[in-house]
């Protein structure tokens, strides 16, 4: 096997995230952008996009971070727009979008319209959450597309298989589908149920760091392969279990905590760059299979079918909106109004990702009847540009119109007031505790460690508190980021020291790591900057 073509593509889509941080153009984009130019570049190797590797392999780790990134509190309190999105518009996509295809489209069979409306119903929200947060939209739009985004792709998947079941002669029916989908989501959810705790044991119970984050890393592929093996929701299993580790993350230790988001952290940046620029890759291999359509008349039928899309996300997300809020008592008591800058974002959202192309590209070759499948490379050459469509038109315009409505984005201040109360109020109890402690003569400590102790928490109390103050009128900084500063200064002078003693010989390597770990979790613990 010839591993240079991955590393390569690994690579160049890791520098091009990379530069894209640089630059106004969201990552995913110019990720597409430069995959559809390398799709022509002498010599680039055809980079298939096997289903069989997308949806085991690639798609589990990524529902994995992105639920245990998700508050399940939140998605909790917004369950209600979230299954309304999740199961209500998918299911809605695929009829309506399928059958106007069927009209649009001559020739078309209804049944293989049906097929091209499930693939391209679930949009994918990574982009999407990406320029949420970049743009600073307000965190319960955020968590909707989040929510969205988790589930979708279990009710896409499993509309396509009834779709499919009709299109080849296997014979459908709407108990059939109906039953499916319950099968598929509950049994799906049950065997997250069932995973999450044992799953959650073996985390807290697990002593070494390392085996606790191998085990993190073999968690979604074993949640998604239990579902699939009884025929379940695969999707929905890593959801469940990703968002019960997630909302118990405290009961592992510290240790495991720091290497595990570093961990996802690196496995989410690699695989999103590269299944992006897989998109872009595609166009020469979903050209070349166009058969009996003319580049024209595939072109034509691809602006309509991206139109309906859009207009059908906007057609369901309304309705959706207004109507709960206007019928049920408790939506209006949670919501004074309803804002129509928010469904309007919700729907220009709607830019469809990787697992509209991997389900596509699963599409059998021929009927039960051993014909040809119908329109499949048309399918094919719709979904593609569908997604590069949503991809490139709403990526591009989402930021610009999110500006334009003026929503109000994260209020930094009132967070920023809720963290320090907040930590006020545990360094309150974490003194009282160490009080308590105190005067127990087994915890009897010299007076210079007691006092460090207290000027810890103490520096812990303030630091928050520092950041509502007045910046530093010479610098800009607040007397928080000065303090990072220079005990970041600090601790690289003993870094340096350390590694002189060792290139002295006065220590051994082994010594120079050990105290230089201890020298990085405190300043992970303490003095890092998170930039997200």
């Known amino acids: 096997m010839d591993v240079l073509p991955l590393v390569g593509l690994v690579a160049v889509s890791a520098a091009v995230a990379g530069a894209a941080r640089r630059t106004p153009v969201p ?19 055809e980079y298939a996009l096997d289903p069989h590797i997308v949806l085991p392999l690639i798609l589990p780790p990524l529902l994995h971070t992105a639920a ?28 309506a979008v399928g059958w106007l295809a069927y009209q649009l489209i001559p020739d078309l069979p209804l049944t293989a319209a049906l097929v091209l409306g499930a693939v391209i119903a679930p949009p994918d929200a990574v982009a999407a959450t990406a320029i949420a947060r970049r743009v600073g939209l307000p965190a319960r739009i955020t968590t909707i597309l989040q929510g969205e985004s988790l589930v979708n792709d279990a009710t896409a998947i499993t509309a396509y298989k009834v779709a499919l079941a009709a299109a080849v002669g296997e014979g459908a029916s709407w108990a059939g589908g109906i039953r499916e989908f319950l099968v598929a989501a509950v049994g799906g959810v049950g065997v997250g149920l069932l995973l999450m705790v044992p799953l959650h044991w073996l985390r807290t119970h697990l002593k070494e760091a390392v085996l606790q984050n191998t085990l993190s890393l073999l968690i979604p592929f074993v949640a998604y392969a239990a579902a699939e093996q009884v025929g379940a929701s695969g999707v929905l299993a890593v959801v469940t279990v990703a968002l019960y580790l997630g909302h118990r993350s405290w009961q592992v230790d510290f240790e495991t905590r720091l290497q595990e988001a570093a961990v996802w952290k690196v496995v989410a940046f690699i695989l999103e760059s590269s299944v992006f620029a897989l998109i872009g890759l595609q166009l020469r291999v979903v050209l070349g299979g166009l058969g009996e359509y003319s580049v024209a008349q595939a072109v034509w039928y691809a602006v309509g079918v991206f139109f309906l899309v859009v207009v059908v996300r906007f057609v369901w997300s309304y309705p959706a909106t207004y109507l709960p809020w206007w019928i049920f008592p408790r939506a209006r008591e949670r919501e004074d109004d309803v804002d129509w800058r928010k469904p309007l974002i919700v729907s220009w959202a709607g830019m469809r990702g990787v697992v509209s192309l991997a389900i596509a590209f699963s599409i059998p070759l021929v009927t039960d009847s051993g014909e040809d499948f119908p329109a499949r490379n048309l399918v094919l050459f719709l979904t593609f540009t569908t997604v590069i469509g949503t991809l490139v038109v709403q990526g591009l315009s989402l930021p610009p119109l999110i500006r334009l409505l003026k929503l109000p984005g994260r209020d930094v201040q009132a967070e920023t007031l809720a963290e320090a109360q907040a930590q006020n109020t545990a360094s309150t109890a974490a003194e009282e505790r160490v009080d308590s402690l105190m005067r127990d003569e087994r915890n009897c400590l010299p007076q210079a460690l007691q006092d460090r102790l207290h000027t810890v928490l103490e520096r812990r109390r303030n630091s928050v508190w520092e950041r509502l103050g007045q910046p530093n009128p010479v610098t800009g900084e607040s007397a928080d980021d000065t303090y990072r500063r220079l005990a970041r200064e600090a601790i690289a002078a003993e870094r340096e020291v350390f590694v002189r003693l060792r290139d002295e010989r006065r220590i051994d390597d082994e010594m120079m790591r050990t105290l230089l770990r201890k020298l990085d979790l405190e300043e992970a613990a303490a003095y890092r900057e998170v930039d997200d």
């Open 68 to 95: 245990l990134e998700s508050s399940y509190l939140d998605l909790r309190a917004n369950i209600r727009p979230v299954a309304l999105l999740s199961v209500g518009y998918v299911l809605f996509a695929t009829v």
């Open 27 to 45: 990552a995913p984009l110019l990720l597409v952008a430069v995959g559809l130019a390398a799709s022509y570049v002498p010599g680039i190797p």
